[in-house]
């Protein structure tokens, strides 16, 4: 199980880029604009060269009231309580869930996900685009409530 330590420094926002290849480095890097400088056309769509190769990409902006955050597992543990218990005792061996500390590195508001020669869309079946906006659906679904629901679609 996993569970995160503290919020991220606020003037730690970025743009989080989906890309459609493997990169063997987890990590920051120092950043120029010999590496990475995406062009963004007047429709939205944004254009960058990624070791000579031609990508196209397609922002998805996290609706009002959600954010994305950059994570980093670490391997400091938190402790767990027993539900129903107020004096708060640690949980007994047999009961604990190993539970580590997610430390946040940042907050995005968009992704933008790349495509080969392409600009990604739900529409063309590109499967990062359908999940990063299933997901945002799902999500909205589990924390709507059902009057909230009913309103928005009428009843049913």
């Not at 480095?25 to 254009?47: F, K, R």
């Not at 430390?103 to 020669?117: C, I, M, T």
């Not at 990063?132 to 928005?152: G, Q, R, T």
Request: proline share 6%; net charge negative.
């Amino acid at each position: 199980m996993l569970a995160f330590s503290s919020p991220p420094n606020p003037t730690s926002k970025l743009t989080a880029n989906l890309l459609p290849c493997s990169i063997k480095h987890s990590g920051p890097i120092a950043m120029t604009s010999h590496h990475w400088n995406p062009t963004v056309h007047n429709d939205g769509t944004q254009t960058a060269y990624f070791r000579g190769r031609r990508l196209r990409g397609k922002a998805v902006i996290l609706p009002k009231g959600y954010c994305g955050y950059v994570v980093e597992k670490t391997d400091a543990m938190v402790e767990q309580r027993r539900a129903g218990e107020g004096g708060g005792e640690p949980q007994e061996q047999e009961d604990a869930v190993e539970t580590k500390a997610m430390e946040l590195k940042a907050a995005f508001e968009e992704v933008v996900v790349w495509g080969h020669e392409a600009v990604p869309s739900e529409q063309a079946g590109d499967e990062y685009v359908r999940g990063v906006e299933e997901w945002i659906a799902f999500a909205h679904a589990m924390h709507s409530s059902d009057c909230s629901a009913e309103s928005e679609s009428g009843p049913q």
